[in-house]
């Protein structure tokens, strides 16, 4: 009788436990997202400060690691809308201008809206009054 009773308090235990994960789990997956605070900072601005990676990078991770950023195909459902007229002047025609059209292919690095779109992770260091942006492409920064 005993071994009956515990036997029963464990398989209450685990179906119990397994009601518990299937609830958080369709909780989690409701659609409904997570309302999050805009981390601030001292001053009240937005603190942007962190780790940023555009909608093209994938980074493996395992034991084939490279440390080498994937892309990924580019997908416009991962891009915030354009404003008017932007759309045209990002897919604009090429000018045959090397320093216009591609500046990384002489070494120099490109410009921020080129930069976040990339398969590259940038950091992003806020202070007052200044935005340093270190990117891991080429190992170039601004200020």
């Known amino acids: 009788m005993r071994h009956r009773l515990e036997v029963s308090f464990v398989a209450l235990a685990v179906i119990l436990a397994i ?21 601030r900072t001292a001053d009240g601005k937005p603190d942007f400060t962190g780790v ?12 084939n690691d490279t440390d080498t ?25 090429l000018t045959g201008d090397v320093l216009k059209d591609d500046p990384t292919a002489v070494c120099l690095p490109n410009g921020l ?22 990117y891991e492409y080429m190992h170039f920064f601004r200020v």
């Open 69 to 93: 950023p994937a892309v990924t195909p580019y997908d416009l459902k991962k891009m915030a809308p354009f404003k008017p007229g932007g759309e045209a002047l990002m897919n604009r025609p």
């Open 19 to 39: 009601s518990g994960f299937v609830l958080t789990t369709a909780a989690t997956q409701s659609g409904v997202a997570e309302r999050k605070t805009i981390p």
């Open 113 to 134: 809206p080129p930069q976040i779109v990339s398969p590259y992770a940038q950091q992003w260091i806020q202070t007052p009054g200044r935005m340093v942006v270190l």
């Open 52 to 63: 940023w990676a555009g909608p093209g990078f994938t980074h493996r991770v395992g034991p």
